[in-house]
């Protein structure tokens, strides 16, 4: 439901058919990382803020510059903000834009990846760490070496080993990588450099972490999505190609791959064996919320999954001031993922 279709929206109405409520009221909350570390339930969110920017197709308007840290005792309990987590003041790399983040857990170290836009204006992910899941955190002096664009997903695989998603369009400049190099030309353009429709869709990222998962331990390699017949989505195929938000989740031993379509709204996600790919495009997650943008993270709690989302519903459709929300989801006996509408009818 994007943001040019919400003038005549009755909210009390929408609430009240949403399947959930926001988490958190007190601030606004976007693009959740959820995890569940030693029996208790960590969000890691972007931190939505009105800073004045006007509204552009490179997500000027997203002007986060912190993260808090939401922890739930259980799935039905009160949600905690733990405060200020990580300012982008205390990165030394950084100059604005924190964007999308996430986190991970190794040997009672915790990390937060998070993507922000460096002083020559190139976004960057970086690593920050603390003894506690909740912060704060202390950033490593500069971003991960070969690390582009935005939207870090890490995923700890079964063997221990630790693999970071990464990628976004538009705004996030992953269409300005295409040759190997940033290509800082017609940058007040979100949409330069993409391929045509008939070509193949620009692809997400995929690196294995170093032990102290601070560093990238190889070249980032794409990630295929591919149709039924082992066909590349191709960039005109708006409604099922990768646009934003990477997520990895492992479910009855196969890797799910989900991400946002981006300017049609969607959730999807595909399946494979491996945690590199190739991913067989599967479905939908979740049709569209209020607002433009869709972001989310998948995860597994006493035996039960969970998307973790958000919408624009609390600010009343402000595409920039959003709040973090939670669904069980459901899966069919073949794998699939039964698809969610966020509103009752």
């Not at 030309?185 to 008939?198: I, K, V, W």
């Amino acid at each position: 439901m994007p943001e040019e279709s919400i003038e005549h929206i009755d909210f009390d109405a929408l609430n009240k058919k949403a399947i959930s409520q926001p988490l958190v009221s007190h601030i606004y909350t976007a693009d959740p990382s959820a995890h569940y570390f030693n029996g208790k339930i960590y969000i890691y969110p972007s931190h939505d803020v009105d800073a004045g920017e006007a509204f552009d197709d490179l997500g000027s308007h997203f002007a986060m510059e912190d993260y808090h840290v939401i922890s739930m005792d259980s799935i039905d309990s009160k949600a905690i903000d733990n405060g200020m987590a990580l300012h982008v003041n205390d990165v030394p790399w950084a100059e604005k834009q924190m964007w999308a983040p996430d986190a991970n857990e190794k040997d009672g170290t915790y990390y937060l990846f998070f993507p922000a836009k460096a002083y020559d204006g190139i976004f960057r992910i970086g690593v920050a760490t603390s003894p506690s899941p909740t912060g704060p955190f202390t950033a490593q002096p500069e971003a991960i070496k070969g690390s582009f664009s935005i939207d870090p997903a890490v995923f700890k695989d079964d063997d221990g080993s630790y693999y970071m998603y990464f990628g976004g369009l538009w705004g996030g400049q992953l269409q300005r990588w295409r040759t190997g190099t940033f290509n800082a030309s017609e940058p007040d353009s979100p949409t330069a450099f993409l391929p045509d429709d008939n070509e193949p869709a620009l692809l997400p990222y995929v690196a294995k972490m170093t032990d102290d998962l601070l560093e990238f331990a190889e070249k980032p390699k794409t990630i295929e999505i591919v149709d039924e017949k082992g066909a590349l989505l191709l960039a005109g195929d708006n409604e099922r190609r990768f646009f934003e938000a990477a997520w990895l989740h492992k479910h009855n031993g196969k890797y799910y791959f989900s991400y946002s379509t981006g300017d049609t709204h969607f959730i999807c996600y595909g399946i494979s064996d491996n945690p590199y790919g190739p991913f067989t495009y599967k479905g939908r997650i979740l049709n569209p919320v209020v607002g433009w943008t869709s972001h989310h993270s998948v995860c597994e709690i006493e035996g039960k999954s969970y998307l973790f989302y958000h919408d624009s519903s609390l600010s009343k459709g402000v595409t920039h001031l959003r709040s973090v929300k939670v669904a069980e989801i459901t899966y069919l006996e073949d794998g699939t993922i039964v698809t969610l509408d966020p509103y009752k009818d």
